[in-house]
């Protein structure tokens, strides 16, 4: 909200791993570790955009609004069963959690999943979302994750957001190589070509968002 008003504000990072700590300790000096917050900090004077990458960067609920302080909304989200299994061989490999601790907090966690996260996904100007074509039908015993190159990502436009960010789907059929529509508001590509497409879609749009914020 004060950025959009003064572009400043203040700005932290949650760590998520012994690497993200370790870099935020050493610019910081400071002894934390992962699942903490850096201290705040000012966001830097003259910066273009303000990117934030998490979980509630379209939530809404009682006496708040994020989403109404997005200029763009942008949802990456795998399939729920591609989820979990990310996340099953996430934490036991980064954080030796054991399988069964990991379900628990599946199941812990699933009501706030329900009403907190997926709505989000109906608020997103954009939408990419990666789904296997392999097997996954059990995720709790699947051995690896499916590779890019195993899946296919759906790349889904709100109801008025091709209009409103000028997107060309006929030209991105074109650059995409075996990607096609599969509704009227969609477009299928490898999971491969994912950042590809990322990259075709969403510079024109930043660049967009850049220059009309120089010209107001």
Known sequence: KIYGKTGGGKKRYYLHSAEEAEEHNTRLGTNLEPGQFTPWEEIPNGTDVLFYEGLHGGVVGDGY?????ADL????????NLEWIQKIHRDNAE????AETIVDTILRRMPDYINHICPQFSKTDINFQ????????NPFICRNIPTPDESFVIIHFRKGAREKWGIDFQYLLGMINDSFMSSPTSIVVNGGKMGFAMELILTPIIH?????????
Do not use: W
């Open 65 to 69: 609004d994020v989403a109404s302080y």
């Open 73 to 80: 909304l942008v949802g990456v989200v795998p399939i729920t």
């Open 95 to 98: 954080r030796g959690y054991s």
């Open 130 to 137: 990666r789904i296997p074509t392999i097997d996954t039908s």
């Open 208 to 216: 967009r968002l850049i220059e009309e914020k120089k010209s107001s």
